[in-house]
């Protein structure tokens, strides 16, 4: 099974009391794969999982396999603990959630940032104590440090045929460029999830985007990883204006994309675990730029619908 394309990383409905709202979470499911998703992350960073418990984690993970019944692949994380013992436990918690590919973080992997050799050395205990017959992918997460994988340690995980998928944070088009020809034998696929060189990416290799304005406009990066090959101005013309609205994550995400699903009906509430504050107080204006960025989003659906590539 490839795990490649629009992957969204998925968001976690709550309600008023900060619950965890499953009925939004399987409207949120289907959203995302009527909007163009590949493969759904879920128990994510974008979920929340620093605040959720495990049971929380392994919820949310059966929910979104089951409401997707097979339509797209399901892979998920939960990967936040310090000690091995209690990463091992969620792992295998995962695993059996029946999802598709279980993701490691990479910071968990070499906590204190000690290098290859602890890293390695964490990752075949972790492999020990699980099953022979998972399928694994990495995440290099940047909470809570951002642990950019090596180009030999990039060689060494592609060496493992049950490795499949990289989301790949390093935010720069060379580092992709280079993972892509490092990976280019084997079975693990890099995947960027930066929204600036998202297009950029594609062209260079990279098997979709995987960032969080997955959450907002999927379906528009769908068509351009659809048509990365093609010349047309307006391929580029979607691409610079995806670019330019992820800029918008640094207005309170995940609240900031929680607000739309809210305003379109899909969720309850725009409540967040990780954000305390309100950010229609915190970040002024942030429901107009919001407003803008769905209009023009309407705006190049409509010009997509009007060209035929």
Same mark, same amino acid.
């Given at each position: 099974?490839?795990?490649?394309?629009?992957?969204?990383?998925?968001?976690?409905?709550?309600?008023?009391?900060?619950?965890?709202?499953?009925?939004?979470?399987?409207?949120?499911?289907?959203?995302?794969?009527?909007?163009?998703?590949?493969?759904?992350?879920?128990?994510?960073?974008?979920?929340?999982?620093?605040?959720?418990?495990?049971?929380?984690?392994?919820?949310?993970?059966?929910?979104?396999?089951?409401?997707?019944?097979?339509?797209?692949?399901?892979?998920?994380?939960?990967?936040?603990? #310090? *000690?091995?013992? !209690?990463?091992?436990?969620?792992?295998? =918690? &995962?695993?059996?959630?029946?999802?598709? %590919?279980?993701?490691?973080?990479?910071?968990?992997?070499?906590?204190?940032?000690?290098?290859?050799?602890?890293?390695?050395?964490?990752?075949?205990?972790?492999?020990?104590?699980?099953?022979?017959?998972?399928?694994?992918?990495?995440?290099?997460?940047?909470?809570?440090?951002?642990?950019?994988?090596?180009?030999?340690?990039?060689?060494?995980?592609?060496?493992?045929?049950?490795?499949?998928?990289?989301?790949?944070?390093?935010?720069?088009?060379?580092?992709?460029?280079?993972?892509?020809?490092?990976?280019? #034998? *084997?079975?693990? !696929?890099?995947?960027?999830?930066?929204? =600036? &060189?998202?297009?950029?990416?594609?062209? %260079?290799?990279?098997?979709?985007?995987?960032?969080?304005?997955?959450?907002?406009?999927?379906?528009?990066?769908?068509?351009?990883?659809?048509?990365?090959?093609?010349?047309?101005?307006?391929?580029?013309?979607?691409?610079?204006?995806?670019?330019?609205?992820?800029?918008?994550?640094?207005?309170?995400?995940?609240?900031?994309?929680?607000?739309?699903?809210?305003?379109?009906?899909?969720?309850?509430?725009?409540?967040?675990?990780?954000?305390?504050?309100?950010?229609?107080?915190?970040?002024?204006?942030?429901?107009?730029?919001?407003?803008?960025?769905?209009?023009?989003?309407?705006?190049?659906?409509?010009?997509?619908?009007?060209?035929?590539?």
């Amino acid at each position: 099974m490839n795990i490649q394309g629009i992957i969204p990383v998925m968001l976690t409905p709550f309600n008023d009391n900060n619950e965890v709202d499953y009925e939004s979470l399987r409207k949120l499911t289907d959203w995302y794969i009527e909007n163009g998703a590949d493969t759904l992350f879920a128990a994510c960073q974008s979920s929340e999982i620093q605040f959720l418990s495990l049971e929380e984690r392994v919820k949310i993970t059966e929910t979104v396999i089951d409401q997707a019944n097979g339509r797209v692949p399901v892979v998920a994380s939960g990967h936040i603990s #310090d *000690s091995l013992e !209690k990463q091992i436990e969620e792992l295998n =918690a &995962i695993y059996a959630t029946g999802a598709d %590919a279980v993701i490691l973080i990479t910071n968990r992997l070499d906590i204190n940032n000690e290098g290859t050799a602890t890293l390695k050395a964490h990752f075949e205990t972790l492999l020990d104590h699980l099953p022979k017959d998972i399928t694994l992918g990495l995440y290099e997460c940047p909470a809570p440090y951002r642990r950019l994988l090596t180009d030999e340690e990039i060689s060494y995980f592609a060496s493992f045929d049950n490795m499949v998928v990289l989301k790949d944070v390093s935010c720069d088009l060379e580092t992709v460029k280079r993972r892509v020809q490092l990976t280019k #034998d *084997s079975n693990l !696929k890099i995947v960027n999830a930066n929204a =600036a &060189i998202a297009f950029e990416a594609m062209k %260079a290799g990279s098997e979709g985007f995987s960032g969080v304005f997955n959450n907002i406009h999927p379906d528009l990066y769908a068509w351009i990883y659809k048509n990365k090959d093609s010349n047309h101005s307006l391929v580029q013309e979607v691409a610079h204006f995806l670019a330019v609205s992820g800029a918008a994550e640094s207005f309170g995400y995940p609240a900031f994309a929680k607000l739309m699903h809210k305003q379109m009906g899909i969720f309850k509430t725009y409540n967040c675990r990780v954000i305390k504050d309100d950010i229609l107080v915190k970040y002024w204006a942030v429901d107009v730029l919001l407003d803008h960025i769905v209009k023009g989003s309407d705006l190049y659906r409509e010009k997509i619908r009007n060209v035929n590539l």
